[in-house]
């Protein structure tokens, strides 16, 4: 039997890992969480791992268990740095690995945001991607003080009330990347002459005016930053749900879906892929990652008595908007197999602590993948787009 | 007993999009590869440099219409690349030029707060403003504000960001895995501030940062760009480098310091500064010339004739006589994105200025830029540089310079290797960093939890 396509795999960081008591955890490091060598470490580790990329977090507001508003508690990780930056932080120091930082797009100028993903590929020599996020939240849009938005509980975000404003947010996400993207590729690879004959350092002809117009904001362009060394650093996107799926169809090269079961995947799956094809892009490959929370050992008595001991400090057992899984490496290969055979082409994991889980992912159920010829063994690709096997695009504005 | 001679404060500028920048030079390396500003930060930190200087501009600039492609053209994101060489460097300040116009100070804040923690302490913002629809038209808002305007938005969106990063003290984050306290107040970070240009409130996601808040730079020239500076920056961005020229703006801005209740030793002037180095004075006369002659090619010479003529001149001849035409007065409209062409107040005496030179000397267009445009500031032996910093610094026409290579990215090598070695051994400037953040290289205070540099005695 031919052996299945290689899986992708990515990992989720977020402060001290998913759960939120992992900051309690003998092994957690909650007094570095804000330091460049923590996550150098925690990233350098993910590398060891051979993983995709990793996803780091962000938001534009002090964490809070409470969904859309703050939530004043004191016994779970607050405070965090920006993404982006972080992301920065670590690329000189890693050779391999993709860097997907979370961008709030909300409230944040696509222009800069190029820019910045464009540099982050040239300090990473091409393993930039971003991962865009909306956000409803009353209390952030307060922090930027443009726009007002209502005050919506869990229950309100399901009624239509709620349903027309996150749609327009995630319109304007749309928008958000397609102005992104455009200023990618506002600079063709070869606008830079240095032509001395003539005094020129760039071909203007290959500069070009990006002139977006939409309802939320203009951009005329092009970048101040020249095309990056992928042409287009990875986009990704959450897509959780009908609305946040067809930005995914629409606009990312990786999605991320929350299934609870093979047959979950089955059905996610399909809808995307039809989204895909209603946005004209049947052609293009567009990863679909699941998310999985992950409290893994090398047996399954391990990882449960850590994981119960997590809830116990917590007060309650973990949920999550993602499948939970808790157990040994060679089931999780198992499910993970099982989960691709239904049409994932990836996952991206949530390690409920740091390192403990981080650890198992990269030493337990790598190898345990390897071992059945279903991952990589070295990185074979230089880039991000490579690992994907996402091809380098020419530029939009460049002529045959 | 004379006072001890005063400590030199030197800083690298990664060479611009301007003609100051030799992009035809053989030896002259990329804009934009991240291999290029680990260069020169490498070392301006073998140097002991205080710090590395990123520039910004967020429109490609224009002239006669059309994208100008004269000058290196192409830059990074400032935060993105000092965030990076945060990883490759250990000491070195990282300072970068971030807009007041074009972004939200939440957004700033956290940046800065985000880069001074992952630097261990190391970063400077430059705050500059601009109000031009030109550049607008790549962002949300547009050309929203009018010229009048941009001091006072800049001075709140300063004042705004100092209250979000003042908004945590430093104490509140316990982190103690035993008793499952993190954070001690859960208000922590609680800011809000009201007035003509924002309406903002909340909570502030980014924990107090090594130094508080980033060294504030100014750039500004005008008499409201001096009071700002004087009000709320602790180091300008100068351009008076020459003896005269200099002493005049460092008493003016460290006179107009005592109205904000501050100090002189609470705000450093240094100007930005270019060299030519060789082994001898003459070597480096000549090389001086050579180096002029590369960064004022004939385009390059009728370019700047039209940004202070304001028209289009590209049918002269750059070896020929200067145009016996008046600049056209009124709003600047052939070259777009560019802050020098408001230098020139009244351009029509300006251009009289130039013609009577030009015809007093016998100079073409070519020879008449070369002459009154950007002569390097610096052009001598090791010893001759070395000496004339020194002098200048010591005689209060500056505080230390910021040094703008013309070469990317080996053009601050030879200074590094040979000048920094003379000044040393005067026992003006360091040997080996002394503290960790970029307030202790600059010889400021460290702040207190309200933003008030500490005082020793007190």
Do not use: C
Request: net charge negative; hydrophobic share 40%.
């Amino acid at each position: 039997m031919a052996s299945p396509p290689p899986l992708h795999l990515a990992v989720a960081l977020d402060g001290a890992g998913w759960h939120p008591a992992a900051w309690r955890e003998p092994r957690a490091r909650p007094g570095e969480l804000l330091s460049g060598r923590y996550w150098v470490d925690v990233i350098s580790e993910a590398e060891r791992g051979l993983l995709d990329f990793v996803t780091i977090e962000d938001g534009l507001s002090l964490q809070s268990a409470r969904p859309g508003e703050p939530d004043l508690r004191r016994d779970q990780v607050r405070g965090r740095l920006d993404a982006t930056l972080i992301a920065a932080r670590v690329a000189p120091v890693t050779s391999a690995i993709g860097l997907v930082p979370t961008v709030i797009v909300t409230h944040t100028e696509p222009f800069h945001v190029s820019k910045a993903i464009a540099s982050l590929d040239y300090a990473s020599g091409g393993r930039a991607g971003v991962r865009v996020r909306v956000s409803a939240a009353r209390h952030e849009a307060a922090h930027f003080g443009r726009r007002d938005f209502p005050a919506l509980s869990l229950a309100d975000r399901a009624r239509s009330r709620a349903a027309g404003l996150v749609a327009d947010l995630f319109d304007e996400a749309a928008d958000y990347v397609e102005v992104v993207r455009r200023l990618w590729d506002s600079w063709q690879d070869d606008a830079e002459i240095r032509d001395v004959g003539t005094g020129r350092f760039v071909d203007v002809g290959r500069l070009h005016y990006i002139d977006f117009s939409g309802r939320w904001f203009s951009v005329k362009g092009p970048s101040i930053t020249p095309r990056p060394p992928q042409g287009q650093p990875v986009v990704a996107a959450l897509a959780h749900g009908s609305v946040a799926s067809r930005l995914t169809a629409r606009s990312a090269d990786v999605g991320f879906v929350t299934p609870r079961d093979a047959q979950d995947v089955a059905g996610i799956v399909a809808e995307i892929r039809s989204e895909q094809r209603a946005a004209g892009r049947a052609g293009e490959l567009v990863h679909i990652f699941g998310d999985l929370v992950v409290f893994l050992a090398s047996d399954r008595v391990t990882a449960g008595r850590r994981k119960a001991r997590l809830d116990a400090l917590a007060g309650a057992a973990y949920v999550s908007d993602a499948a939970i899984f808790t157990g040994a490496a060679g089931e999780l290969a198992d499910l993970l197999l099982d989960w691709q055979q239904a049409g994932l082409t990836g996952f991206r994991l949530r390690p409920g602590a740091i390192p403990d889980d981080l650890e198992a992912i990269t030493r337990l159920l790598v190898p345990e993948l390897q071992h059945r010829g279903a991952f990589r063994r070295g990185y074979e690709s230089p880039t991000l787009r490579g690992l994907l096997g996402l091809p380098r695009p020419a530029s939009r504005y460049a002529v045959a | 007993m004379s006072r001890p001679p005063k400590q030199v404060h030197l800083a690298a500028h990664f060479p611009g999009v301007n003609n100051t920048t030799v992009w035809s030079d053989p030896k002259a390396g990329s804009q934009i590869e991240f291999s290029s500003f680990a260069h020169l930060a490498g070392t301006a930190e073998r140097a002991k440099f205080d710090f590395l200087f990123l520039a910004e501009g967020l429109r490609l600039r224009e002239q006669n219409g059309r994208i100008y492609d004269l000058d290196v053209v192409g830059r990074p994101d400032t935060f993105t690349v000092l965030a990076a060489l945060a990883a490759v460097t250990e000491h070195l300040g990282l300072a970068g030029t971030i807009n007041s116009t074009f972004n939200e100070p939440y957004e700033v804040a956290r940046q800065f707060a985000s880069l001074d923690h992952l630097s261990g302490g190391r970063a400077a913002w430059n705050v500059v403003t601009s109000w031009d629809a030109f550049t607008g038209e790549n962002f949300r808002r547009g050309g929203f504000l009018p010229q009048d305007q941009r001091y006072q938005r800049a001075r709140a969106f300063l004042h705004a960001t100092w209250q979000l990063f003042d908004s945590w003290r430093g104490d509140e984050i316990a982190a103690d895995k035993e008793s499952g306290l993190f954070l001690a107040d859960p208000r922590a970070g609680t800011f809000q501030y009201r007035d003509a240009h924002f309406d903002i409130a909340g909570q502030f996601d980014v924990p107090r940062s090594p130094q508080g808040r980033p060294v504030i730079f100014q750039a500004g020239d005008s008499d409201e760009g001096r009071e700002f500076a004087a009000s709320a920056a602790d180091a300008i961005f100068s351009r008076h480098g020459t003896l005269t020229a200099g002493q005049a703006f460092y008493a003016d801005v460290k006179g107009r310091l005592g109205r904000h209740g501050r100090t002189p030793d609470q705000l450093l002037i240094l100007p930005a500064a270019t060299f030519v180095l060789a082994d001898t004075d003459s070597d480096a006369a000549e090389l001086a010339h050579q180096v002029r002659l590369q960064q004022v090619s004939g385009a390059t010479a009728i370019a700047f004739l039209e940004q202070l003529w304001n028209r289009d001149l590209s049918g002269y001849d750059p070896d020929g006589p200067i145009p016996d035409v008046d600049p056209v007065a009124g709003e600047h409209t052939i070259a777009r994105g560019r802050a020098s062409v408001r230098m020139y107040r009244d351009p029509v005496a300006t251009a009289r200025e130039w013609r009577a030179k030009a015809e007093a000397e016998n100079l073409s267009i070519r020879e008449l830029i070369i002459a009154v445009t950007g002569r390097q500031s610096f052009i001598g032996s090791p010893a001759s540089i070395a000496q004339e910093i020194n002098e200048l610094v010591q005689a209060d026409a500056a505080d230390g310079f910021i040094l703008v290579p013309h070469i990317t990215p080996g053009g601050l090598d030879d200074f590094a290797d040979k000048v920094v070695p003379l000044l040393q051994e005067r026992g003006v400037f360091r040997t080996e960093y002394e503290g960790s953040t970029l307030r202790d290289h600059l010889g400021l205070a460290p702040l207190t939890r309200a933003g008030l540099p500490r005082r020793a005695a007190s």
